[in-house]
């Protein structure tokens, strides 16, 4: 079974909050656990697996051997301002889970035709974008594991590395 995760990623809060040093790639800043990530990035899951902090940065999810999870990112702007791009996916209980693999999704997303008809008729746009993927391996265990990002502004300039480090736990 398929267990998707949103990750929101407040690239602005971040950048222009001064105590947050911005870090690079290979020495990225840790944004904290609970109560200081919470402030920055928010992670929403979908179906019965969730075990708790909906919305948090801390989202623990549920999980059985064999189930694929799948994290995708986004920030507040939707990539009009901002990027979040994730990467360095580690986790200290490496038989647990296999190492995401990043896989290009291509999709068409509706929206209205015009703005003077925004209940229809519709046209389909298409849409690319990427997910991270990985499969429960071993059960009965609670996997706390990290993801790094940069942030990218829309010419591709890196204005920061960081991580933080949510939790499965495979039942």
Partial sequence: MEKQILTVIDCQSILTNQ???????????NLGSYAQSDAYVY????????ASNQGKSELNIGAHSGDIVQWTVTDPTSGQEYNPVLYGFTTGQATAVTAPVMINETVDVFQPASTNAPTGPFTSVTYSDYVW????????????????????????????????????TVS
């Fill in 19 to 29: 105590s947050i040093p911005k870090g690079s790639i290979g020495s990225e800043t």
């Fill in 43 to 50: 992670m929403i899951g979908s179906g019965d697996y969730l």
């Fill in 133 to 168: 993927q990985s499969t429960v391996v071993q059960p009965g265990v609670q996997v706390q594991y990290s993801w790094k990002f940069v942030i990218l502004d829309n010419n591709g300039t890196q204005l920061g590395a960081y991580s933080w480090d949510p939790f499965i």
